[in-house]
């Protein structure tokens, strides 16, 4: 995996501001970014007038959202950095 995002290169990269590689990191943290907004759903009730504790569970409340923020750094970093 590592020899083929090493060897993703295209003819126009050095007149691009962007080259091949920082688009795949900018899919890599758009997937992390979408399981970290997947892992948030759920957890409601069916019925108004029960209260259902899922909802706070620990991946709701905290795995989900540091994934969120982390691969939106890594946005940042795969908009940065320079190949």
Known sequence: MRARFD?????NDAAMP???????L???GFAVI???MALMCGGG???PEEFNYAMFSWRRITLAPIL???GFAFEIFALMKRF
């Open 7 to 11: 060897n993703a290169a295209d003819k």
């Open 18 to 24: 962007l080259t091949m590689k920082n688009y795949i």
């Open 26 to 28: 900018l899919l890599a």
């Open 34 to 36: 979408v399981l970290g």
């Open 45 to 47: 009730s069916d019925d």
């Open 68 to 70: 969120v923020v982390g």
